[in-house]
């Protein structure tokens, strides 16, 4: 595979091996010292972890972005799996695809992409979530999830992860139905388990990606509406603001 | 083309040694490496000789395999009764590749490990393809006459060989040496998929090469037959083509791939499952022929492959039938 990282990026800032906690990172183990000092003395006189950890998963500012995807304008190129596996396994994070395209094939091509190809109609392009409350948050034992405090971006540092599980019981999105890969059957959270790396992976929005989410820059359907090749008013996929109204739509 | 070191291999084990060198590249008949160096489509440095390697174009039967050294040229394929005899489609695939200059030169090695002839990956002036090591696919919304049908993933060349697609059918493996001595790849283990890796059409590592091609007693002396479209018939790459093994009548196992439809060989699943207990007529035919491109996701200019490829298939089957 080509080095597809980009120079200059943080990727040691970001994946700091374990004990090696950036300072301005907002991890579990920070917020349940920190938070339940915050969040307070209440929840810890109801007695209830499991409040404490909702409140502290409550707590968290919302991720700034999140990736979308419009499944009529969608043709099954797989190039958004097939880059995400890549640039991650370039920047050695798990390869593991944090989108998946499933094979849908009540959905419709929008007539503008039909007009160029009818028969690449029935995907489903399913991205990972940035929740309004990160659940798997709290769960984790270990510094391996992370809020990124200026953009609120949920990802997991891979160095830091022990495959525990803990952040995938809580995740209240699954991945139901066939893959357009090879039409394999996938059941699933979004917090999926990587075999070859041992870790757990998410979205993380390619953090340290001078270009953002390669999904969204290398989609051709993207670059086909960008170059006025396609007309449309919305991208095949697109990276849009998060809200928590927003996310409860997606879901 | 850019000056590059020539080294002559005497072993298979020296072979390897030489291609653990960066920009190494394995020489035997060449009828693809030159265009490849001449495109500049792969940095070159150093071109590692395997014509000199004694034993390895040996076509022989041996523990009950039909076992074939890589360098075996595709004419002697051709030519051999032993072939002809064994595992018929792989000759007449051997028959149907290019034209007579390049069989005489080209090997069965080379002929598996060959690069895509995607148009545009063939075009020194789309050097953000993919397969380039760039960022698009230009067949997506471009010309994708020569292009996939089925599992197309950001890049949608397709396999370009037609001994591969008749030792598919045959339930062929092929030895492979490395540094670390030599491993057995089955033939659809082989192939790659662009979801896989899309710089790479094949599992072989840079400093790996072929070594033998060997065919299982269980397809030796069975129906099998290749049969190929292309728009040249004296010389072109195939356009569709389908190989098929068929053991028994009624059918007991039936293996069908087919090629140039995807990036690599492609197993007709569905149609092998269909085709078990059933003898082969018309109707029956007719049926795998249609299932044998279940799931064709065709691209703007390649959907007349689906009724190739059920042309060819009805074909094919109907000459084992006879």
């Given at each position: 595979m080509p080095e597809m990282n980009d120079p200059g990026a943080p990727q040691d800032a970001l994946e700091p091996r374990s004990g090696a906690q950036p300072a301005d990172a907002l991890s579990r183990r920070r917020l349940v010292v920190g938070g339940l000092a915050a969040v307070g003395a209440a929840a810890v006189a109801a007695g209830t972890l499991g409040r404490a950890a909702s409140a502290v998963?409550?707590?968290?500012?919302?991720?700034?972005?999140?990736?979308?995807?419009?499944?009529?304008?969608?043709?099954?190129?797989?190039?958004?799996?097939?880059?995400?596996?890549?640039?991650?396994?370039?920047?050695?994070?798990?390869?593991?695809?944090?989108?998946?395209?499933?094979?849908?094939?009540?959905?419709?091509?929008?007539?503008?992409?039909?007009?160029?190809?009818p028969a690449r109609a029935g995907y489903s392009?399913?991205?990972?979530?940035?929740c309004a409350t990160p659940w798997c948050l709290p769960n984790c034992p270990t510094t391996g999830l992370r809020i990124d405090p200026q953009t609120g971006n949920r990802y997991i540092a891979e160095a830091d992860c022990i495959a525990c599980g803990k952040c995938e019981v809580d995740c209240p999105v699954e991945w139901q139905g066939t893959l357009?890969?090879?039409?394999?059957?996938?059941?699933?959270?979004r917090v999926v388990y990587d075999p070859a790396a041992n870790v757990?992976?998410?979205?993380?929005?390619?953090?340290?990606?001078?270009?953002?989410?390669?999904?969204?820059?290398?989609?051709?359907?993207?670059?086909?509406?960008?170059a006025g090749y396609v007309t449309s008013d919305t991208l095949c996929l697109d990276l849009k603001q998060s809200t928590e109204a927003q996310w409860k739509r997606l879901v | 083309m850019k000056r590059f070191e020539h080294t002559n291999a005497t072993s298979v084990a020296e072979a390897v040694r030489l291609l653990a060198a960066q920009n190494a590249r394995a020489l035997a008949g060449g009828t693809d490496l030159l265009g490849i160096?001449?495109?500049?489509?792969?940095?070159?440095?150093?071109?590692v000789n395997l014509k000199t390697i004694p034993g390895l174009d040996a076509i022989k039967e041996e523990s009950g395999e039909l076992r074939i050294g890589a360098l075996a040229r595709l004419a002697d394929l051709a030519a051999s009764a032993l072939v002809a005899q064994k595992a018929p489609a792989l000759a007449q695939a051997a028959a149907a590749v290019a034209s007579p200059q390049i069989r005489t030169m080209g090997t069965l090695g080379g002929n598996l490990a060959q690069k895509v002839r995607c148009w545009y990956y063939r075009d020194p002036d789309r050097a953000d393809c993919y397969k380039r090591g760039g960022s698009f696919c230009y067949a997506v919304f471009g010309a994708s006459d020569l292009h996939a049908l089925f599992d197309g993933a950001a890049c949608f060349a397709v396999q370009p060989s037609d001994t591969a697609v008749a030792l598919s059918a045959l339930g062929a493996s092929l030895v492979v040496a490395g540094p670390a001595g030599q491993r057995v790849v089955g033939v659809d283990d082989f192939f790659i998929g662009p979801d896989v890796d899309y710089l790479r059409?094949?599992?072989?590592?840079?400093?790996?090469?072929?070594?033998?091609?060997?065919?299982?007693?269980?397809?030796l002396g069975q129906k099998s037959v290749f049969l190929k479209a292309a728009p040249r018939r004296s010389i072109d790459f195939a356009r569709g083509s389908v190989a098929a093994l068929v053991l028994g009548s009624p059918v007991q196992r039936a293996r069908l791939s087919l090629g140039a439809v995807a990036p690599t060989p492609k197993r007709a699943s569905a149609a092998e499952a269909f085709l078990a207990g059933k003898k082969l007529q018309a109707d029956v035919i007719a049926q795998a022929a249609t299932l044998a491109t279940a799931g064709a996701k065709p691209l703007?200019?390649?959907?007349?492959?689906?009724?190739?490829?059920?042309?060819?298939?009805?074909?094919?089957?109907?000459?084992?039938?006879?």
């Open positions: 998963a409550a707590q968290q500012p919302l991720s700034d972005r999140v990736v979308v995807a419009d499944p009529t304008l969608c043709v099954g190129c797989l190039a958004c799996e097939v880059n995400c596996s890549a640039w991650h396994a370039s920047v050695g994070r798990s390869a593991l695809p944090r989108i998946r395209v499933l094979s849908t094939p009540q959905v419709a091509l929008r007539k503008e992409v039909a007009a160029y190809l392009p399913a991205t990972r979530r940035q357009a890969r090879k039409a394999q059957p996938i059941s699933s959270k757990y992976t998410k979205c993380d929005l390619c953090i340290g990606r001078a270009g953002g989410p390669i999904c969204v820059e290398r989609c051709p359907v993207n670059v086909a509406i960008k | 160096m001449k495109e500049e489509l792969l940095p070159t440095e150093r071109v059409e094949t599992a072989l590592k840079p400093d790996e090469l072929i070594v033998e091609v060997r065919i299982p007693a269980s397809a703007a200019g390649n959907a007349y492959k689906v009724q190739l490829i059920q042309g060819l298939v009805r074909q094919a089957l109907t000459r084992l039938a006879a």
